[in-house]
């Protein structure tokens, strides 16, 4: 079965520093992942996936993240956190054709 | 650009009582996914469906049922409400591919909250 890891709940970074958040996969075929992102009381909203063609994958919102089937990661990245990015993050993988399977999340906080 | 529409977005019932989830997916889209997610946890798959049968199901309980109609419009009706049914109920849909037979990427709705009281 496919899953995903997100390693660690919480991230907090300043305002225009770096935002790094981490997703592994587990899969025995090549995966379809995805970020989404939730604001509070939000529905998710697709931020990027990737699906084969591309291992760097761009986003909406100025988001990328990297395949890597050597480390079985999927990060996402920014290089500039802005306030408006705060919000919970999930990465999910498509566990068959019929089920996507969510991670626990991450919160991302912006210091000014 | 159309989205997955849910209704209604705010519900409120009393244990007990029984309570009926809405989705309209994007037009032409094949698949619907039905998600619960309670305060402060990720979404949790309940069932999904492709052409109107049933798919794939994950942790429903047997007090809530589904079904996708012929307009692919989905309901997902709860009965003898609980107290910890309260969440937020999520629909997604998307398409399947029919050259792949992959999914396209899922796009969600904005979600009905339910609340028993």
């Known amino acids: 079965a496919q899953s995903v890891t997100q390693l660690g709940s919480h991230v907090s970074v300043s305002e225009g520093a770096l935002v790094l958040l981490r997703c592994n996969y587990s899969s025995s075929v090549p995966p379809y992942l995805f970020w989404y992102v939730q604001y509070p009381n939000q529905g998710l909203q697709l931020l990027l996936k990737y699906t084969s063609a591309a291992t760097l994958v761009k986003g909406i919102n100025g988001f990328e993240a990297e395949f890597k089937k050597s480390e079985t990661s999927f990060h996402l990245t920014k290089p500039s956190a802005h306030m408006s990015d705060a919000a919970e993050y999930f990465c999910a993988v498509y566990s068959s054709a019929s089920k996507i399977i969510f991670g626990s999340g991450t919160r991302l906080s912006i210091r000014p | 650009a159309a989205g997955v529409i849910q209704s209604p977005r705010h519900l409120i019932k009393e244990k007990r009582e029984t309570a009926t989830l809405k989705c309209y997916p994007i037009?032409?889209?094949?698949?619907v996914y039905w998600y619960q997610q309670g305060p402060g946890q990720d979404p949790q798959f309940l069932i999904s469906?492709?052409?109107?049968?049933?798919?794939d199901k994950g942790s429903i309980p047997d007090r809530f049922s589904a079904q996708q109609f012929s307009d692919y419009h989905s309901e997902l009706n709860m009965s003898s409400l609980e107290l910890g049914d309260s969440a937020l109920y999520f629909c997604?849909?998307?398409?399947?591919?029919?050259?792949?037979?992959?999914?396209?990427?899922?796009?969600f709705g904005q979600g009905t909250r339910l609340t028993v009281v």
């Open positions: 037009p032409r889209h094949d698949t």
């Open positions: 997604a849909s998307s398409l399947v591919r029919r050259r792949t037979g992959e999914n396209t990427e899922a796009f």
């Open positions: 469906f492709y052409e109107k049968m049933q798919s």
